[in-house]
């Protein structure tokens, strides 16, 4: 059974950092790329950064370019975003999502749990 | 970027009935790369319908999606008690950058 499960999330100040991890099992992790996306409670969906299996291809939404990093640990299998200089409208749930295939394709087959994320002073 | 408008944003409907609920695309989506996402209150999205008009894994073949260029419909042939949720449509045609519509409510009637 594919089993994505984030942690890391929490209340953090404006301009801080924070770092989600998301743990993979179930499924060859290095075989897919793997994706966060985003969701203000109670609204929509938004994509924030995709990595390819090996990371050699990483995108990032204009929204947070510069600002977080997506990296992934195949030995560990898990996936990690960096988040830098947080700002209030990060306020959200982040998802750990995966792709169909190894090449970031968009296509999301399964989603964890999320991970809150809170930026307030 | 490519913005997509979903309609409309709640549907009312009863078990047993037809929905078709609607994703209108700024430009076009290349190869149909359009996919259908349903969320529940509380849960993640769960993946229906990838390629515009593919079904996922497990997904029932009451749901079922069509639809080109810059008009998509997801459409449920008879509506289950379970099926009342968020609807939300995702291209992925201009990669790398994945946009979201906004959601179309299917609620009970």
């Known amino acids: 059974e594919v089993q994505l499960v984030e942690s890391g999330g929490g209340l953090v100040q404006p301009g801080r950092s924070l770092r989600l991890s998301c743990a993979a099992s179930g499924f060859t992790f290095d075989d897919y790329a793997m994706h966060w996306v985003r969701q203000v409670p109670g609204k929509g969906l938004e994509w924030v950064s995709g990595i390819s299996w090996n990371s050699g291809s990483i995108a990032y939404a204009d929204s947070v370019k510069g600002r977080f990093t997506i990296s992934r640990d195949n030995a560990k299998n898990s996936l990690y975003l960096q988040m830098n200089s947080l700002r209030a409208e990060d306020t959200a749930l982040y998802y750990c999502?995966?792709?169909?295939?190894?090449?970031?394709?968009?296509?999301?087959?399964?989603w964890g749990q999320g991970s809150l994320v809170t930026v307030s002073s | 970027e490519i913005v997509l408008t979903q309609s409309p944003v709640t549907l009312s409907l009863s078990p047993g009935e037809r929905a078709t609920l609607s994703c209108g695309a700024s430009?076009?989506?290349?190869?149909?790369?359009l996919a259908w996402y349903q969320q529940k209150p509380g849960l993640a999205p769960r993946l229906l319908i990838y390629?515009?008009?593919n079904r996922a894994t497990g997904i029932p073949d009451r749901f079922s999606g069509s639809g080109s260029g810059t008009d998509f419909t997801l459409t449920i042939s008879r509506l289950e008690p379970e099926d009342f949720a968020v609807y939300y449509c995702?291209?992925?045609?201009?990669?790398?950058?994945?946009?979201f519509g906004q959601g179309t409510k299917l609620e009970i009637k």
């Open positions: 995702q291209q992925y045609g201009s990669s790398p950058w994945y946009t």
């Open positions: 390629d515009a008009s």
């Open positions: 999502a995966k792709d169909i295939q190894y090449d970031s394709s968009g296509k999301l087959d399964f």
């Open positions: 430009q076009s989506v290349a190869g149909s790369y």
